[in-house]
């Protein structure tokens, strides 16, 4: 049974026809994953930007172009891009037919904004040639993410960040996506920090496979196909067996022990909160849940904070669901979150090991491709129109 307060945002799901496969579950079946024609809004506005998707085919690819439909995104042109080995493919959305266009130096003429996520490598390379030509680019990648001078920014966190950037001055310029552990776990730990000031953060996360993109979604349905029938499950995106398992986060450890990301949650949190004294520390790991990250997050505060009054707190934060109840040991779950716009906070609780009212535990869920990526980048975008 879920508790009154869960009211999260319902979406409908495009079937992009060339990807088989839904790239996400959800409890309930939802219309996006038949291959019935999907309901669609008409975006296609004369004074509307210019849009470019840069890793259309990807998981957060795909999932632009879900959100950028779900919000009524205003745009008059859309070009999809990706690499040479989708160029030629077609999709149909909004009922048009798209062809799907190599990624190039010249991809960028007339393009307003360009939605990046084909990688860093991609983006350190294409970022600046796109903000040559006058494009607005919001990157989900890392590559530009600590540089100075580069907004990184969670619109209900810290919009000001961007303040200045809008599409009307004509002046490309590039704005960076956090990390998503870093986006789920500061919606839910930024109202509290507004209110009491957090000094200490202790996150460990529980990280879905849709994190590490579409070939990772594939490789946990594949393994765990494999298992139950009594094979060797394949691994080639991940080097240990993942389905039935569970395994430290798959990004390069550093010379301090950490991997590299939970120093982007540490890194990042300072960047967003600007506060170069929070201490922040992370344990990031890999599990096999098909689609959103779950995070335990320990809070320690400069001023007290009784749970009641963080849970008020909760509630009230855009972007937030409470689910968090205890009677029905009943708290958020990934599925819970798939496909929906809010990241879910529960276990809300007085943290024992500190004295007063000094210390929070919670539980964050949010849906990585959706708030993590994806909706952040559009809620970025929509900021600049
Ligand atoms: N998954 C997440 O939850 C998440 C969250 C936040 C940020 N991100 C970031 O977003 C980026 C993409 O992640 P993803 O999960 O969507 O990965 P993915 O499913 O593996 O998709 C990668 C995309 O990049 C494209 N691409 C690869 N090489 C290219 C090239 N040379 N030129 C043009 N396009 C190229 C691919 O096109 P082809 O199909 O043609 O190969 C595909 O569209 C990464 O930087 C990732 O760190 C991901």
Redesign the pocket.
Known sequence: MKPPTLSLHHHHRLTIPFLHRPTSISLSPSPRVSNAPFTVRMSLKEDGPSVAI????????QEFLSVLSDRDFPYRSLKL??????AGKTLTYENRNYTIE??TENSFHDVDIALF????S??KKFGPIAVEKGTIVVD???AFRMDEGIPLVIPEVNPEAMEGIKLKSGKGALIA?P??STIICLMAATPLHRRAKVTRMVVSTYQAA??????AMEELEQQTREVLEGKEPTCKIFKQQYAFNLFSHNAPVLSNGYNEEEMKLVKETRKIWNNKDVKVTATCIRVPVMRAHAESVNLQFKTPLDENTAREILSNAPGVVVIDDRAANYFPTPLDVSNKDDVAVGRIRQDVSQDGNYGLDIFVCGD??RK??ALNAVQIAEMLL
């Open positions: 840069v890793g259309v085919t990807g998981a957060v690819g891009l990706a690499s040479k080995r989708s190599e990624l996520s084909a990688g860093g991609i983006s989900n990648s890392s996506n990390n998503c849709s994190g590490a993109g579409a070939a990585q491709i993590g990526a």
